[in-house]
């Protein structure tokens, strides 16, 4: 029983394809009248050479080609049935794993380093792509050279049929041609992979440069952007090449023995003609045979690397699935009403094990605001992330309505979270879609969002309105236009925790008090509001402050007690009277 549960977990992407297995099994059937087939056009020259023109019977001629272009007519739509039906399958294929794939790439990436090769690996979706590369391999050519290699051995014993040196002929070159493969194989592995790795590091660079265009160019940065961009492209071309000439040389290999091994048994059919072994009919029969017979060995050479990248993308997919099983279904849960409770919490990023935030301990009643403040690398950002359960705990437990927040569902659950980053991203589409969380948009709940932070002033402003495309990343918004509608994001839909992250810090004069506004009505939707600032005009109107110094409490408790510790003058030394008044700044 433990074999079977442990063979389950490892084939989780194997099960997918194996939900398909009848439509597979059906294909691998019609190959069979495929091949069958195929024996037509030797049949039909053996009896033209060797019955036809030796009686020069034109009725006989006439029968004989009508019947082989019937049964052509079945190869032809046999073939076109195959096909659609394997086209198909590949839809299905991805309807069904895809959205699976799509979700363990949102999850496993909440938990590796940002910046290491596998996160971008993630990030640029590489994963998808591992999923079209063997989707396409399983439906289309490979796949069907696949199966149509063990037909090799049956069109060998056709050639047996005719004379037994056909069939040792036909042998030896369809060893030799899988030698062929076998050595394309061990010949190019190691460099392909080094190369995919140099290059996805390559297009990953691109990217990172891409995305900070401007302070590149500013900074006259693009020379030597270029220069470490092409060292990492050279590496991958050379390995690539490298790759490229040993397969050359095997591809070229191939198609000399195909046609060394066509003339070949030309040669060896006149022979045996001679010696009186076979007949005329059987120099031409033998000659189709023979390439029916090593087309399948040859092609599986020219597809090996098909073979290969789709191996290499299966092990990568599977080991993908294994770090994020599917989720089991949680039982809803009552919606939280945002009293949060935080024990002996401790916190560290993905990927690193020494913990940035620890021993975090207090409780926000419904209702309740707090403000986190500290200097920068304090962990509070870290602490926040952890509040909405997108980062593990390393020990300790958040709680919400006295539920561990990793109970929710976290769809369910992000219908009452609001949240705001500290690098707002927007998506592309539409500013209404972007502040409905691209849902269904909502218009009245969309307006009252926008109005609740305070942007559907400058909404309204823009050519289209709420129906202004921002484009990917909200790039045609200024900063403080998409910290705007992120606030709005994160208020859409009336959350009952509110959690945002330096709201204010790419604001104007004009946003600030938009800013504020928003604060005050949000407070008056009795939400739980968390906010990590260094601001002090944040904090007017917040319930308590929560100071965070090296990633230990430093104070907690009601706003005016912490603000006061924090604020309370030191007494001067008697032998300088004219010292400077101390700094009021909050950390």
């Known amino acids: 029983m433990a074999v079977k549960t442990a063979r ?32 037509v056009s030797p049949i039909y020259m053996m009896q033209v050479y060797d019955r036809v023109l030796s009686s020069r019977s034109e009725t006989t001629l006439w029968m004989i080609t009508a019947a082989a272009v019937m049964l052509y007519v079945v190869y032809a739509s046999l073939e076109a049935m195959r096909s659609r039906t394997m086209v198909r399958v590949g839809v299905l294929l991805d309807d069904r794993l895809g959205p699976r794939v799509f979700d363990a790439v949102f999850r496993v990436s909440l938990s590796l380093p940002k910046g290491s090769l596998h996160s971008m690996q993630l990030n640029s979706a590489q994963p998808l792509r591992d999923l079209d590369t063997v989707r396409q391999f399983a439906t289309g050519s490979g796949f069907l050279t696949l199966i149509d290699v063990p037909w090799t051995p049956i069109f060998l014993f056709a050639l047996f049929l005719l ?26 592995r190691k460099d392909i992979a080094a190369a995919t790795t140099h290059s996805i590091d390559a297009h990953h660079f691109v990217d990172a440069n891409l995305r900070n265009n401007e302070a590149v160019e500013a900074m006259g ?28 040389g095997v591809v070229a290999s191939t198609k000399f023995l195909q046609g060394a091994a066509q003339l070949g048994v030309l040669g060896l059919g006149a022979y045996l003609v001679i010696e009186g072994s076979v007949t005329g009919g059987a120099i031409f029969a033998a000659n189709i045979l023979m390439g029916r017979a090593l087309a399948p060995v040859a092609q599986s050479v020219s597809v090996w690397q098909g073979f290969v990248n789709a191996r290499s993308a299966w092990g990568r997919l599977d080991q993908l699935l294994k770090a994020a099983p599917v989720e089991m279904e949680r039982m809803p849960l009552p919606t939280p009403i945002g009293r949060v409770s935080v024990s002996n919490v401790a916190v560290a990023p993905p990927g690193v094990t020494r913990d940035v935030v620890r021993g975090m301990t207090f409780e926000l009643a419904p209702g309740e605001s707090l403000a986190i403040v500290g200097p920068s690398a304090s962990g509070k950002s870290t602490l926040v992330r952890a509040l909405i359960g997108v980062w593990p705990l390393l020990r300790g437990i958040v709680r919400l309505d006295g539920a561990d927040i990793s109970q929710y569902d976290r769809v369910e659950l992000g219908k009452h979270l609001g949240y705001l980053p500290q690098d707002v991203e927007l998506f592309d589409g539409t500013i209404a879609e972007n502040i409905a969380r691209m849902n269904v948009v909502d218009s009245a709940a969309v307006v009252k969002a926008a109005r609740l932070a305070g942007v559907h002033d400058l909404v309204l402003q823009l050519p289209d309105g709420y129906d202004t495309r921002i484009g990917q990343g909200g790039q045609s918004l200024s900063g403080g236009q998409r910290q705007r509608i992120g606030l709005a994001r994160a208020v859409y839909g009336d959350p009952r925790l509110v959690v945002l992250d330096e709201p204010n810090s790419n604001l104007d004069h004009a946003g600030e008090a938009a800013l504020a506004e928003a604060m005050t009505a949000l407070r008056k939707t009795r939400a739980t509001i968390v906010v990590v600032t260094h601001r002090p005009s944040i904090l007017t109107g917040m319930d308590k402050i929560l100071v965070l110094n090296n990633g230990a409490m430093e104070r907690f408790g009601p706003r005016e007690e912490v603000m ?6 030191v ?16 950390r």
Request: charged share 15%; aromatic share 12%.
């Open 163 to 188: 004379h037994p040196w056909y069939a040792i002929y036909a042998s030896a070159a369809a060893v030799i041609l899988f030698a062929l493969a076998t050595l394309q194989e061990f010949g190019t």
């Open 564 to 569: 006061a510790a924090i604020l309370r003058p």
């Open 8 to 39: 389950s977990e490892k084939s989780e992407l194997w099960a997918g394809f194996h939900a398909y297995r009848s439509v597979f099994i059906g294909v691998a059937l019609v190959t069979v009248f495929i091949n069958l087939l195929m024996l």
């Open 221 to 248: 940065m693009r020379k030597e952007m270029l220069k470490r961009w092409e060292q990492k492209h050279a590496r991958a071309l050379s390995l690539q090449a490298e790759a490229s000439d040993w397969a050359g």
């Open 571 to 586: 007494a001067a030394p008697a032998q300088r009277p004219t010292a400077p008044a101390p700094s009021t700044a909050i």
